[in-house]
């Protein structure tokens, strides 16, 4: 399919960059490369196309949907946007977030695009405020706010943009208590929000480098987060994934990966051999049955210091940086194209954008 991306001017139009005669498959792949973020796609003559579309980006976080959040600027004086890529893959909607203060450094934006959260702290770590805004075109109002003692450090919204899953610790969480995996229900502001999972000290810290937000499952039936649970009555577990419910009643570790496109099973890539084969393999498990499938015709080889290891939903990509070099791995079709080298290990995001 060829198509062409068209920017829309604004006040901010020269932050991005025109990209024309992409072909993309139902997966897109998008790659902050800080401050810079491409869409990584092959052209019509079959050859890999790297094109920029932010080219001013400290912060950027993307949807399944392609609505993106975007920092522009240094740290406390941040200018916030909200934007899209659509289902034809044009840049579209970009607009400024006025009402999100230029200290926050961590926003999020529903799969409609339609609502925004943020957190602003005040007398860190001993205050965290959360807001959650709701926009009907241009205009935008308050939705919900919380003031909190202590931290929350990540937080993401349902895909239906109804719930808000988000950690917090008390002021001493970092060193001592750690995070619980709270859940606020948007379409009753007045219930208080509600503990999924208990205390962890690794919930929601820097993993490495940046934060890991809860992953919603494309169901809205369970969020897949990072913990650390030492207590008797809990797990003895060092640390992993964990696989919560949002009734609260499903609290289980688990490997890991990411979530299918039905949110029926979790995804990864599993080493073969010791920590320098540099070989993997596909696995899935059931997250109903904990049944596991494994795919052992399915072998990516890494050569070389790896960082940032991304499966696509599908299962059938994969993205992946070695020695600051882009690559995509077709598990299917057993190849791999390089998209040239990065300033860093950057964060990869498959995307599929739908009306």
């Known amino acids: 399919m060829k198509i062409k991306m068209v920017i829309y001017l604004s006040v901010i139009g020269s932050i991005f960059t025109i990209g024309t005669n992409l072909t993309y498959g139902e997966e897109i792949l998008v790659f902050h490369d800080r401050p810079i973020v491409s869409i990584l796609s092959t052209s019509t003559d079959g050859n890999p196309n790297r094109k920029e579309f932010i080219k001013d980006a400290a912060l950027f976080r993307i949807n399944e949907n392609g609505y993106f959040t975007l ?7 941040l200018l916030w946007y909200k934007g899209r890529i659509d289902s034809s893959f044009n840049i579209a909607g970009h607009q400024t977030l006025a009402s999100i203060p230029p200290d926050v450094v961590s926003v999020d934006i529903s799969e409609d695009g339609k609502r925004i959260a943020w957190v602003l702290k005040s007398g860190f770590p001993n205050k965290s405020e959360l807001t959650i805004e709701e926009y009907t075109g241009k205009e935008s109002k308050v939705l ?3 003031s909190v003692d202590g931290m929350i450090p990540e937080f993401s919204f349902s895909p239906d943009g109804d719930m808000l899953a988000y950690f917090w610790g008390p002021p001493e969480a970092a060193i001592k208590d750690g995070f619980s995996l709270m859940l606020l229900d948007l379409k009753n502001p007045k219930k208080p929000p509600i503990e999924i999972a208990p205390p962890s000290f690794n919930t929601g810290r820097l993993n490495p480098g940046r934060s890991i937000p809860p992953l919603w499952s494309p169901t809205g039936e369970f969020i897949l987060f990072e913990a650390e649970y030492q207590s008797e009555n ?29 949110g029926k099973y979790l995804r990864r890539l599993k080493r073969i051999g010791d920590l320098d084969s540099g070989e993997y393999f596909l696995s899935e498990i059931n997250i109903f049955s904990r049944e596991v499938k494994e795919y052992p015709d399915r072998i990516l080889k890494i050569s070389g210091l790896n960082f940032n290891v991304k499966l696509s939903p599908s299962g059938r990509k994969v993205a992946y940086v070695v020695n600051k070099e882009i690559f995509v791995y077709d598990i299917m079709e057993k190849n791999t194209v390089s998209y040239g080298t990065s300033q860093s290990d950057g964060e990869f995001f498959w995307i599929s954008p739908k009306d």
């Open 234 to 262: 809990v797990f003895k577990v060092l640390g992993g994934r964990y696989v919560a419910s949002i009734d609260g009643r499903i609290l289980e570790p688990f490997p890991g990966g990411n979530w299918d496109q039905d």
């Open 71 to 77: 920092g522009i600027g240094h740290f406390p004086n």
């Open 144 to 146: 919900h706010k919380i």
